[in-house]
């Protein structure tokens, strides 16, 4: 049974460029949430899709966005790139309205 | 009141030995509290979680014991080894809206062989 799957695993952007990260959640999961790590730090929610729709965002600006498609595997998207965007970013699936999240190994973005 | 906060941010304990590790919350709405394993270049893993219906939940090695009236919870590693060098974090949930996790700021743990 696969767990959470990100895609890729390591990438690196020049400043202002735009990225796409990938995620596909654990079978049987219909929710995804984002999280943003930052080096020596927690994870730091960024939003969850449930049903293709954004359900909540935490404190990160509109160039953070995301999309879930009808497989249940979400994409999340940052426009503009900044230095400080820097960090490992993780994807959890779930079923909605539960506890118990699965993370995934996450994707290490550096913004040079 | 939406922030948890964890100690210490580093632990050295010899092989065999017990590791604690401290977390506190202020949001009472919280009740979820799980614990999270991350090693190096890899997602956080869930090691045990509780609820504030009780006082302590042992799996194996692993155990939180939770003081609800203090709003505090620990993280217990029996038997330290150096397998179990990692960063851990506490977090803590509540069912209002998505269910999503406030962190702790993570305690890096090294066991010596």
């Known amino acids: 049974d696969a767990g959470v799957t990100q895609s890729p695993t390591h990438l690196i952007k020049t400043r202002g460029q735009q990225v796409t990260l990938r995620c596909s959640p654990k079978s049987g999961h219909d929710t995804v949430s984002w999280y943003q790590q930052a080096l020596g730090q927690g994870p730091q929610f960024i939003f969850q899709?449930?049903?293709?729709?954004?359900?909540q965002r935490g404190n990160f600006p509109d160039r953070f966005s995301g999309h879930q498609f009808p497989n249940y595997s979400s994409e999340l998207n940052v426009n503009a790139l900044l230095l400080g965007d820097s960090a490992l970013y993780l994807c959890?699936?779930?079923?909605?309205?539960?506890?118990?999240?699965?993370f995934g190994s996450g994707t290490r973005l550096t913004v040079v | 009141q939406q922030q948890v906060k964890q100690s210490p941010q580093s632990l050295i304990v010899q092989k065999g030995g017990i590791s604690i590790i401290n977390c506190a919350y202020e949001n009472t709405a919280f009740d979820y509290f799980p614990w999270y394993q991350q090693f190096p270049g890899k997602g956080p893993a869930l090691l045990i979680a509780i609820r504030p219906d009780v006082s302590e939940k042992k799996e194996g090695r692993f155990t939180i014991s939770f003081n609800k009236s203090a709003k505090q919870f620990s993280l217990h590693i029996m038997d330290s080894q150096p397998g179990d060098s990692a960063t851990y974090f506490c977090a803590a949930s509540s069912p209002s809206g998505t269910y999503k996790y406030i962190f702790g700021t993570g305690t890096r743990l090294k066991v010596l062989a």
């Open positions: 959890a699936s779930s079923l909605v309205s539960a506890y118990g999240y699965t």
């Open positions: 899709y449930y049903e293709e729709e954004e359900r």
